[in-house]
């Protein structure tokens, strides 16, 4: 499937745009390519990946089945079972950068909570 590589370059800017609001916590952030997409982690947790055109946010099981009510939002069942703690935004509600920054900031706040790797 691949990951949009614009989309890419867009959250690799909010991270850096985002990352005082996390007091530069999240400066050494790593990104690689994994299962067809791009995933994004934060001290060793993925909390953001890129799949197609879309962004999966990890945002743990307490919002979860309240955030599947967002707009634009859907299970992640990318193995065929729903993965829960995880969701799909679909990428027309990551157009304005703040409905992006939103998102980003649920899964790095998620993924900063776990401890390290």
């Known amino acids: 499937m691949g990951f ?18 996390f007091n530069f916590a999240i400066a050494n952030y790593d990104g690689k390519k994994m299962f067809g997409g791009y995933g994004v982690m934060f001290r060793g947790n993925m909390g953001i990946g890129i799949l197609g055109p879309d962004i999966i946010v990890r945002v743990g099981p307490d919002p979860y089945e ?44 998620f993924a900063m909570s776990l401890p390290a790797k």
């Open 4 to 21: 949009d590589e614009g989309l890419l370059q867009r959250i690799e800017e909010a991270i850096e745009r985002l990352n005082p609001e």
């Open 66 to 109: 309240e955030l599947l009510k967002e707009p634009g939002v859907r299970v992640f069942d990318f193995t065929g079972k729903p993965m829960r703690g995880w969701i799909v935004v679909a990428s027309e509600y990551l157009a304005e950068d703040d409905g992006l920054d939103n998102w980003l900031k649920r899964g790095i706040r």
